[in-house]
């Protein structure tokens, strides 16, 4: 017994014991129901899945968590890792979670575990789907690949403390070998004549290029400049010495490495076939079909997706001709760009957030700021992004615009409202706010994602008066959201005819030409795009349909008690899963 207990024992005898017996009730209570509970058990297995996807990476842990050892986590080895084909020890994990997940009463699981655990039933499930096609996956695309993100994400990497600026300069010097794992992975899927053809291996190469084309003013140098003098706690003369050191390493590694990248996916060149969908290689449909349930978040059949996109483009058409038969002079003047208020992006985001109360729940608080894509990568990235933040700190929040896409009128309003409010901003921290486990975070679906971006900005033309300066304002922004639907329908019918039913570019062409699309160019273009980056345009039209009829369908069982603030408040507290785990919670 210490010595500070002993020398009071007598004195505090009997409020000890009254003391043991509350500690005792309240103890039992708790642990009856929480650590001893199906609840406790299953949020205690939830961390360790957590803990043990989250610090597979250092990338994956640095954006995740600001400081993960006070989340008891150690930081793994600051490395890229590598890219294999082989998943077996993926696939026993997958199947060992199945089993422990399924070993839960989801009866005695509180409502907010129900979801985790159907989440969670779904993604490892759907992650053994893709058995045996491994070598469709395709870690380069000119859009979406590593070559493309990697400069960005190692660009974004925050410093929070020393250890972080220690840790970016090891990851930089990864760059080599992670690379030369993807070469091989390249080699692979070529001798199983799943290579890339070479109209997709030129636009790769041309970003590459253009990425290394002059090692003394590339872009990451004057970033870590800036990073180092914001961070603020070295001295000039050791400011200078990270800044050499990480000169000689971009220069030493990094530069090579992707010099590396275009010389062995230059040997590769004529391997591959020529630019054609999933559909015409072997297991190419039932990749598809993975894509669609592991991007998208959808279980329905392609023939069901087909016919709801059918169904949605004859109604819009049919929209815009009413909307266009009661006034002509509409697609004049949306041609014209209808002037805005304001075309500052932060001056945008502030009416937004303000004008939308009446319809979602009022944003949480949270800082955010609006930044620019730097020059030398905005022939290759999104026209908009938003960089969510660590789940331990809530910031930065931070939404990137790409001024070569030169955003204006009603446009620039839609994707400030994708990306902020009520569009991913907004979405990220108001599930924040809900507090929920951290693996909601780690695991999430870019169907419910993009498809709430997507949706908020149908619901534009009811806030058009607070942005656009004309007396039809709600009209002109109905007839633009009508236009981008219609199109985005076409591009995601055009997803599965590539990849689901087989279509060529000249198929595409015809497809497209109903539309009143006949440039060669641009048709090639799109087919190019399409054909790299499947199921993508999917998650975001695909994904605005589930959220579109799932509104229609609870405002025809409510009737009038549908409340659409409250409709949205849902939606945001369930959080980002599959369509099919919303669905069920939502009609609960």
Not at 194 to 211: H, P, V
Not at 521 to 529: A, M, P, S, W
């Amino acid at each position: 017994m210490p010595a500070f207990l002993r020398r009071y024992k007598k004195t505090f005898l009997i409020t000890a014991s009254l003391f043991l017996v509350l500690l005792s009730g309240m103890g039992i209570g708790y642990f009856s129901s929480h650590v001893w509970s199906e609840n406790g058990k299953f949020e205690t297995f939830c961390r360790e899945i957590f803990k043990k996807e989250v610090s597979e990476n250092m990338l994956t842990l640095h954006y995740s968590l600001a400081h993960p050892e006070k989340e008891g986590i150690t930081r793994p080895a600051p490395v890229l890792g590598t890219v294999s084909a082989d998943m077996s020890d993926t696939y026993k994990a997958c199947e060992n979670h199945l089993n422990k997940l399924k070993s839960f009463s989801a009866s005695r699981l509180s409502r907010e575990n129900q979801i985790t655990l159907d989440m969670l039933l779904l993604y490892f499930h759907t992650r053994l789907s893709l058995k045996g096609n491994e070598l469709l996956e395709e870690m380069l695309s000119p859009s979406l690949g590593t070559q493309a993100q990697l400069p960005v994400l190692l660009a974004e990497y925050a410093f929070y403390e020393d250890q972080d600026i220690a840790d970016y300069l090891n990851l930089l010097s990864s760059v080599k070998p992670y690379f030369q794992s993807i070469l091989e992975f390249e080699k692979q899927k070529s001798q199983a004549g799943f290579f890339m053809s070479d109209a997709t291996l030129d636009r790769i190469l041309m970003q590459c290029k253009a990425f290394i084309k002059d090692p003394d003013s590339n872009y990451m140098l004057e970033v870590f400049a800036r990073k180092l003098e914001d961070y603020g706690k070295f001295s000039p003369e050791d400011q200078k010495k990270l800044l050499d050191a990480h000169e000689k390493i971009l220069k030493s590694q990094v530069i090579p490495a992707y010099q590396r990248l275009i010389q062995g996916l230059e040997s590769l060149r004529g391997t591959g076939v020529s630019s054609r969908g999933l559909a015409h290689f072997s297991g190419g449909k039932e990749y598809y079909e993975y894509l669609l349930k592991s991007q998208v978040g959808s279980y329905a059949s392609v023939a069901d997706i087909e016919k709801r996109l059918l169904s949605q483009l004859s109604a819009d058409f049919k929209s815009m001709q009413l909307l266009l038969r009661k006034n002509s002079a509409l697609i004049e003047k949306l041609q014209q760009n209808p002037e805005i208020f304001s075309t500052d992006p932060e001056q945008i985001l502030q009416k937004l957030s303000q004008c939308i109360t009446a319809d979602f729940p009022e944003p949480p608080s949270a800082p955010y700021e609006v930044l620019y894509v730097h020059e030398s990568m905005e022939d290759y990235l999104s026209p908009a992004f938003y960089l969510t933040p660590p789940l331990d700190t809530g910031t930065p929040n931070v939404i990137y615009i790409n001024r070569s896409g030169r955003h204006s009128g009603p446009e620039l309003v839609s994707t400030l409202a994708h990306e902020g409010f009520p569009g991913h901003l907004y979405q990220t921290t108001s599930f924040a706010s809900c507090q929920p486990e951290d693996i909601r975070y780690l695991i999430s679906c870019g169907g419910y994602v993009e498809g709430w971006a997507t949706y908020v900005e149908s619901c534009l033309p009811s806030y058009a008066d607070n942005f656009i300066k004309d007396s039809d304002a709600k009209n002109l922004s109905s007839l633009y959201w009508l236009n981008r639907s219609i199109n985005l329908c076409i591009y995601s019918l055009l997803d599965i005819g590539i990849h689901e039913h087989g279509w060529n570019q000249s198929q595409t062409a015809r497809f497209l030409r109903v539309f009143g699309i006949q440039k060669t160019d641009v048709i090639q273009e799109i087919y190019q795009y399409i054909v790299e980056t499947p199921a993508n345009y999917l998650k975001y039209y695909w994904g605005y349909l589930n959220f579109l009829d799932l509104k229609e369908m609870q405002k025809e069982e409510l009737g009038e008690a549908f409340d659409l603030r409250l409709f949205h408040q849902k939606v945001l507290e369930i959080g980002p899963v599959p369509f099919p785990v919303l669905y069920k919670y939502m009609t609960q």
